[in-house]
């Protein structure tokens, strides 16, 4: 009897990695939210429909590995669909700042591979308005947040 392959099996599968260079290739090889071409690519089914090589051209998104991180963050599915990421700076801990524009809200915050580790919730209009703001505050505006995060975990232990 054979046994079933395990999902990372499957992804590589050779069947698999032909689909995933085509729609890097169809995407243009850049992150479809926020149009990075020099961090590392991942292909992501927006839908799971069996083998991942079956999967629909048009369920399949090419996102580069830190907005990948934000889409994989089932918490954050309640401001609705993902529309777009901002990116700003990544620091030396593998975290990076970005503003992430769902449907319903933007979302400033601090994320890593594993998602969304701190951040606040902003109005779309003023998410909207933020993306405009000089890169100097958003600089300051870090530092300050960031140093909040490192005052608040000394407290917590």
Same mark, same amino acid.
């Given at each position: 009897?054979?046994?079933?392959?395990s999902?990372?099996?499957?992804?590589?599968?050779?069947?698999?990695?032909?689909?995933?260079?085509?729609?890097?290739?169809?995407?243009?090889?850049?992150?479809?939210?926020?149009?990075?071409?020099?961090?590392?690519?991942?292909?992501?089914?927006?839908?799971?429909?069996?083998?991942?090589?079956?999967?629909?051209?048009?369920?399949?998104?090419?996102?580069?590995?830190?907005?990948h991180?934000?889409?994989?963050?089932?918490?954050?599915?309640?401001?609705?669909?993902?529309?777009?990421?901002?990116?700003?700076v990544? &620091?030396?801990?593998?975290?990076?700042?970005? @503003?992430?524009? !769902?449907?319903? +809200?933007?979302? /400033?915050?601090?994320? #890593? &591979?594993?998602?969304?580790?701190?951040?606040? @919730?902003?109005? !779309?209009?003023? +998410?909207?308005? /933020?993306?405009?703001? #000089?890169?100097?505050?958003?600089?300051?505006?870090?530092?300050?947040?960031?140093?909040?995060?490192?005052?608040?975990?000394?407290?917590?232990?």
């Open positions: 009897m054979k046994q079933s392959k999902y990372s099996e499957k992804l590589k599968d050779p069947r698999w990695q032909r689909k995933r260079l085509e729609t890097m290739e169809r995407d243009g090889w850049k992150c479809k939210f926020c149009g990075d071409e020099f961090s590392t690519l991942n292909v992501h089914h927006l839908e799971y429909t069996g083998d991942p090589w079956n999967a629909p051209d048009d369920k399949l998104i090419t996102l580069c590995e830190y907005c991180a934000i889409i994989g963050d089932h918490d954050l599915k309640k401001f609705g669909e993902l529309q777009k990421v901002v990116k700003f990544k &620091n030396e801990k593998n975290h990076f700042w970005a @503003v992430a524009f !769902y449907e319903r +809200a933007g979302l /400033f915050g601090r994320f #890593s &591979n594993d998602g969304l580790e701190e951040g606040f @919730v902003i109005g !779309y209009q003023d +998410a909207i308005k /933020f993306k405009t703001v #000089s890169e100097s505050w958003i600089d300051n505006r870090m530092r300050y947040l960031e140093n909040l995060i490192d005052i608040k975990k000394e407290q917590n232990g």
